[in-house]
């Protein structure tokens, strides 16, 4: 058992004591468990993600569980209360302030405490409204090609009395 020990972390030296070798296998299990540190200049919205965790799950439950797809930046506001800028891909936004238990989120100047089950809905509403807004993320269409929200210019058709009007006129 011990020659098993030894050569699974790695250890050539027979001098070491069973306490050392388990000190070493203690270590290799807390290296593996150590979360990966991010720093704020690598990913700054996983980040804020991480270092507040009531934060992911209040835009989960609002947005979605993918709604990455849906942000292009997180700030913070306000220390005290803290309060979050969400900017949406749209350059959309809208605030969530933490209020000890729960979020509020502003959306459009109205505030939502999200708390009770009528105030969330409202607030998911809110957001979605505020998504339907500006441009949508451009996807890409059937033929590989990139589709925008751009409208194009349909021609305008002149009306026989306007078509009439032009040709006396010349």
Same mark, same amino acid.
């Given at each position: 058992?011990?020659?098993?020990?030894?050569?699974?972390?790695?250890?050539?030296?027979?001098?070491?004591?069973?306490?050392?070798?388990?000190?070493?296998?203690?270590?290799?299990?807390?290296?593996?468990?150590?979360?990966?540190?991010?720093?704020?200049?690598?990913?700054?919205?996983?980040? $804020?993600?991480?270092?507040? %965790?009531?934060?992911? *799950?209040?835009? @989960?439950?609002?947005?979605?569980? =993918?709604?990455?797809?849906?942000?292009?930046?997180?700030?913070?506001?306000?220390?005290?209360?803290?309060?979050?800028?969400?900017?949406?891909?749209?350059?959309?936004?809208?605030?969530?302030?933490?209020?000890?238990?729960?979020?509020?989120?502003?959306?459009?100047?109205?505030?939502?405490?999200?708390?009770?089950?009528?105030?969330?809905?409202?607030?998911?509403?809110?957001?979605?409204?505020? $998504?339907?807004?500006?441009? %949508?993320?451009?996807? *890409?269409?059937? @033929?590989?090609?990139?589709?925008? =929200?751009?409208?194009?210019?349909?021609?305008?058709?002149?009306?026989?009395?306007?078509?009439?009007?032009?040709?006396?006129?010349?």
């Amino acid at each position: 058992m011990k020659t098993l020990l030894k050569t699974e972390i790695g250890i050539k030296n027979n001098n070491m004591t069973n306490r050392e070798i388990l000190r070493r296998l203690i270590l290799n299990e807390v290296e593996k468990m150590e979360p990966k540190v991010q720093s704020f200049e690598d990913d700054p919205i996983n980040f $804020l993600l991480q270092k507040y %965790p009531t934060l992911k *799950k209040t835009l @989960e439950m609002l947005m979605s569980p =993918s709604f990455k797809d849906y942000i292009t930046g997180i700030y913070i506001i306000a220390p005290k209360p803290t309060t979050f800028k969400i900017v949406l891909h749209n350059d959309q936004e809208f605030l969530l302030t933490f209020l000890g238990k729960a979020y509020e989120a502003t959306v459009s100047g109205k505030r939502f405490y999200l708390q009770t089950v009528g105030e969330k809905e409202r607030a998911i509403n809110a957001i979605a409204r505020l $998504l339907s807004l500006g441009n %949508p993320i451009e996807t *890409k269409g059937p @033929e590989g090609e990139e589709k925008t =929200s751009e409208p194009e210019e349909a021609p305008v058709e002149k009306s026989e009395e306007v078509a009439a009007e032009e040709e006396t006129e010349a």
